[in-house]
Structure formats: structure tokens, C-alpha cells
């Protein structure tokens, strides 16, 4: 895809930009060459905007958010496309919707190298640019790092796999960026800084553990926007605030007990699409103002670009929002949602849909209709009283759901062993379970006690109570034998509990029903590894890298093990692919560098 070229400017609107001066009434916007902006995304994972303080939440604690909207603007009705951390991000770094860049889900999906993203564009123009994530969901694999100078997604340098838990607390990755901007310090950047935080398990740092006792995803909260108030600080003190223009965004809201969810991925209601956006910059006509028009978050790369006179590509989902920030627009905006997490992740349909007007259309086996205007907590299906609207809006999804190229080939990748227990970890499944089907697909919502008794199940594993919690998976996976994460629960909870033979059992179980699966397979060499069935490790290793050679963990475990035989030309091979996927990677740079010592030492193998 070609770069796009910077816009021409009219020597009178130039002046008028400069200037300051109003034409027709409307607010006239500077010359971002003559103030030699900065770009910040700041983006809040798993954040409902209805809990924060400047959306109306009267117990928040979030007084550096709420600083950022009284001298910017608030946008109080925002939408995701995809209320999961991967594709929503890949959406706000590309402008476009998930059926255009293809990322459907986390961790089994790719952005493909073809699409163009924000960093991408800005580096192009001369901008330093950086990115400092918390979550194993977007790590440098995932795609994400496009365009990117620095991408600093590291979390444990000590470890090969990293860590099981891969996160980063609000305070790790504020103060590697502020490390970042000192050493960077006069130059124009472009910075991402994402934070995780508010995710499941909640677990806030003193003093808001204690002072949100009995609301500890408010606590994560406050202790993230306690974060965000050093970096605005240091941004104050170095004289670059008024030179940045700051872009706050959830990536997806959480539901904390709508419909009976839990956590967010499962379904596409308003409490896990509806997000806090909020751009604070020197352009700004006037402070404060709340836009109510609803937004969606791919309208936030041909918003930067407009404010820094850049043409934006032609392919867009997302457009503008300059026009609604003037007050030229107030149209509510028509938003395209999804989730493919049921499908990949549990054997269910997924879901589609659409908000336009007053209405929000979901595409399901029991399709819902909701007037949002009248009922927003989407309380009363009413697609068979207003079938006509219905009619309507699944036409319209359908034409809009038709645009998709082949994204869904281009960025599908397979999940490692490591990758899918980390994401499991952080409250994902994990990666494409390919569930096998002789019928239509069930709608989640019919499936929400199976779901409720994995949540049950992983929560009881959480708290070291492995009976209760190998009653909820054995019983998941009874109801759901297709699906490969149902065997790999189950495996995971008994080899934790040190039952090794019965955790094998279990994953070759799922192997024989469903072969091929590398979800099955990569946790299956990890327990014939603990096992010490080392040759059983080696050939399910080979086995997942005759499927994906790509494969992270299978490559660098069978590696190792070729190591520990004195195999070190095999070895090095292996370390070599591993380190082309993660070139930054200690402990794998440290084996393949033994493994090329002992090769010059023992030339024959």
C-alpha cells in the first residue's frame, strides 16, 4: 500500500490556520508544521467509560482522566468495534474495521504486514516513534509493532517464554516511556502507552487496594490513572504538553454482570463496546466540550491525520471527527461490531452487529434488536415487534460484513503453547479451538451456564481449589468434546496439581479427537517434557512445527532438547527461526550462543 502524501494548503488557509482566524463562524486550526506537534495514544484496556469520574461516575478516584477531558474533548458516546484487546487495537492503529485488517481475535490472528498503520504513516513524516505495551495479547508477534521504532513489549528479560502471567502493572510501563521520552528528549514523536490493568483478576497496589476494598476494578482503575498523572507531570515539566496532542481510548469496555456475562468477549452489549475517548491538543477551539454524537475508535488515525495535514489512505473504515469537533457534524455515526471469540474459543456462533440511529442490531441464531434511545441497557429484544427495522439493519450489516478481503487468511496465525497459556491466563481462552460441528453453530446465549461454569472453574484454579475446579472443566468439557481449550483446562488444572499421568491422558484424549490441533499439541509436549518423556516431547514438537513452522515455543523447546543431546547444528537451527520471531528474547539469545560455542568446539555435530 502506497504512503500517503501530504495535502496541499491554500496560502490563505494556511494564514487562516496560523493565524487562528474563524471563517464562517467555525474554529480555525494551526499549523501543525509551525507548532511542531507530538502525537501521544494513551489507550485504557478493559475501561467502561461509565467509571470514570468526567463520564459521571460520582466514586471514581480519577482526577488525571477527568484533567485530560475539562481541557480537551469528551466524546460521551464511543464505540468499539470488537470488544477484545487485539483486534480493537489493530482497528485503532489502522483505521479499519476487523473483516478489513483481518484480526478477528487474540492471539490467533496476525495484522498482516501489508496494512498501514498509524506508526507506520508518522514515521514516514520524520516522527520518532514508540510503543510500550502491558499485555502478552499484544506482543511484537501479534503485528502490532509496524512502524514502530522502539516496541517495548518485554516483560520478564530473565525467561525464555517470558512469564506465565504476562503483564505489566500501570507503573512499569509509565516509567519505561518516561525513560524512553528522556532519552529522546527534542525530537517529534509519536507514543503509544497502553495499560492493562483493570483486567481480571483485579488485583489494585496499596493504598487502592484497601481504599477500594469492595470495588477492586475501580482501584485498578485509579491506580492507572494515577500512572497517566505522572506522564501528563513530566510532560508539564519538560514543556511538551501544549505541544501533544493526547488521544485517550478504551480498547473495550467489561461486563461485570450485564446479560450475565462476566469478563467481555463473549457478546457485543453496550457494556463491553461503549468506551472512554477523549483528545486533549493544542488545536482545540475551546476546553471542555463534550461531543454526544456517537464516534467509533477507527476514527481516530483520519482525526491525527487530519490535524497534521496528511491524506489519509483511501481504504478507511473510520473517518474523521474534526468535523463533529467544529460542529460542522452531529450525526450519530453508524458503528459495525463483532466477536469471534465464541466460535474460536468455545464451538459457539459468532456474533454481528450493527448500531445505527436509535438502533442496535445483533446478528445471531436468535437475532436481537434493541432501541438503544428507549431501553439502553438492551433489556427487550424487539426484532419480531419491529421486524421491518430488522429486516433493515441485517441488510445493511451484510453489505457492510461483504467488504472483508482476505484478512481472515492473512492474518491468521497459530498459537504457542506459552502464548495460549499466558492468554488463558489474562481471562482469554486463548487461540482458535477449530471446533468441529455437524450443525448449525449454538447461539452463546443459549450456551451461558456452560460459559459461567468454565468462569466458575477457572476461578475456583485461581483461589488453589483444584477438586471444585477440575468438577467445573471435566463437566465443560463433557457438554463441549469438540473443543480443544476444553481438554487443555482440564490438562493444565491436573498437571498443576502434579497428576501428570491423568493431565497426559486427558491431552492425548483430545489429540486422537481432534488431530492436528496444535492447541492440544503444544500443551501436550510441555507435559510430556515435565514428565520426562523427553522423546515424546521431541516428536509432538516436530509434529506442531510439520503444521506451523513458525511455531515459537515448539521451536525454541526443541531446540533445547536437541541442545541437551550435543545435536548442535539441529539446535542452532531452531534457535536461528526461533530468534527471527523474537529477536530481543535473553534467554534464547543465551542458548543459541552456548549452542554456537559448543558447535566450534565439536565440528562433527
Known amino acids: 500500500m502506497p504512503k500517503s502524501k501530504p495535502r496541499r494548503v491554500p496560502i490563505l488557509v494556511a494564514f487562516v490556520w496560523i493565524c487562528g482566524i474563524q471563517l464562517d463562524g467555525q474554529p480555525a486550526f494551526p499549523s501543525s508544521k509551525t507548532l511542531n506537534w507530538n502525537i501521544l495514544l494513551l489507550t485504557v484496556d478493559t475501561t467502561r467509560a461509565d467509571r470514570l469520574g468526567c463520564y459521571g461516575y460520582a ?9 485530560l477531558a475539562a481541557r480537551g474533548v469528551r466524546f460521551a ?16 492503529l489502522t483505521g479499519k474495521y476487523p473483516f478489513a485488517h483481518g484480526v478477528r481475535n487474540n492471539g490467533s490472528y496476525k495484522l498482516p504486514p501489508e496494512e498501514l498503520t498509524l506508526a507506520e504513516i508518522l514515521k514516514s513524516r520524520g516522527f520518532v516513534t514508540s510503543a510500550f505495551v502491558a499485555s502478552f495479547t499484544l506482543d511484537s508477534r501479534f503485528g502490532t509493532a509496524q512502524g514502530f521504532d522502539f516496541y517495548d513489549d518485554t516483560f520478564d528479560s530473565r525467561e525464555a517464554l517470558k512469564t506465565f502471567r504476562s503483564e505489566r502493572t500501570a507503573d512499569r510501563v509509565s516509567s519505561s516511556f518516561l525513560k524512553w521520552l528522556g532519552e ?3 525530537k517529534r514523536f509519536f507514543s503509544w502507552v497502553h495499560f492493562f490493568d483493570p483486567h481480571l483478576p483485579y488485583s489494585p497496589p496499596e493504598p487502592f487496594r484497601q481504599e477500594f476494598s469492595g470495588h477492586p476494578y475501580d482501584g485498578e482503575i485509579a491506580f492507572m490513572d494515577q500512572e497517566i498523572g505522572r506522564i501528563m507531570d513530566s510532560l508539564e515539566r519538560a514543556g511538551l504538553f501544549e505541544r501533544t496532542i493526547i488521544v485517550l481510548a478504551g480498547d ?28 486533549c491538543g493544542p488545536f482545540l477551539p475551546s476546553r471542555g466540550a463534550v461531543v454526544k454524537s456517537r464516534v467509533r475508535l477507527v476514527d481516530i488515525l483520519p482525526t491525527v491525520l487530519e490535524l497534521l495535514q496528511i491524506d489519509p489512505p483511501a481504504d478507511l473504515s473510520g473517518e474523521s471527527l474534526l468535523p463533529i469537533i467544529q460542529g460542522r457534524e452531529s450525526e450519530d455515526r453508524a458503528s459495525y461490531a463483532e ?30 434488536l434493541y432501541d438503544l434511545a428507549n431501553d439502553p441497557g438492551e433489556t427487550k429484544n424487539l426484532v419480531e415487534e419491529q421486524d421491518r427495522t430488522a429486516v433493515e439493519l441485517s441488510r445493511k450489516l451484510s453489505a457492510l460484513a461483504a467488504q472483508k478481503k482476505s484478512g481472515d487468511e492473512r492474518a491468521g ?56 475446579a477440575e468438577a467445573c472443566f471435566r463437566k465443560v468439557l463433557e457438554l463441549n468434546p469438540d473443543v480443544s481449550w476444553n481438554y487443555v483446562n482440564l490438562g493444565i488444572l491436573l498437571a498443576k496439581a502434579d497428576r501428570l499421568s491423568e493431565a497426559t491422558r486427558i491431552l492425548e484424549e483430545g489429540r486422537r479427537r481432534l488431530p492436528g490441533s496444535t492447541v492440544v499439541l503444544s500443551h501436550l ?39 541437551r543431546q550435543g545435536k548442535w ?37
Request: proline residues 6%.
Open 59 to 67: 466514586a471514581a478516584k480519577t482526577p488525571h482522566i477527568d484533567s
Open 77 to 92: 458516546n464511543a464505540y468499539s468495534p470488537v470488544p477484545l484487546t487485539l483486534p480493537s487495537h489493530a482497528s485503532i
Open 184 to 186: 529522546n528528549r527534542g
Open 252 to 279: 473495550h469496555g467489561e461486563a461485570l454482570g450485564e446479560k450475565r456475562e462476566l469478563d467481555h468477549g463473549l457478546f457485543i452489549y453496550d457494556s463491553t463496546l461503549r468506551v472512554p475517548l477523549i483528545i
Open 339 to 368: 466477536t469471534f471469540y465464541p466460535r474460536e474459543n468455545y464451538g459457539w456462533s459468532e456474533l454481528l452487529g450493527l448500531v445505527d440511529g436509535r438502533w442496535k442490531y445483533i446478528h445471531a441464531p436468535r437475532p436481537e
Open 413 to 468: 496465525r497459530r498459537l504457542t503453547s506459552e502464548e495460549e497459556s499466558k492468554l488463558r491466563s489474562l481471562g482469554y481462552l486463548g487461540g482458535k479451538s477449530e471446533p468441529r460441528s455437524s450443525g448449525p453453530l449454538a447461539d452463546p446465549k443459549d450456551k451461558i451456564e456452560d460459559y459461567i461454569l468454565y468462569f466458575r472453574g477457572n476461578l475456583f484454579e485461581t483461589r488453589g481449589e483444584y477438586d471444585k
Open 525 to 563: 509436549m510441555a507435559t510430556y517434557l515435565r514428565a520426562g518423556r523427553v522423546a515424546d516431547a521431541l516428536a509432538a514438537g516436530k509434529e506442531i512445527l510439520s503444521i506451523d513452522p513458525d511455531h515459537f515455543d515448539a521451536l525454541y523447546v526443541t531446540g533445547d532438547i536437541l541442545a
Open 569 to 605: 547444528v539441529e539446535a542452532i537451527s531452531h534457535f536461528e527461526r526461533a530468534l527471527r520471531i523474537e529477536p530481543e528474547n535473553e534467554a534464547l539469545l543465551r542458548s543459541y550462543r552456548q549452542a554456537l560455542a559448543e558447535r566450534q568446539k565439536r565440528p562433527s555435530r
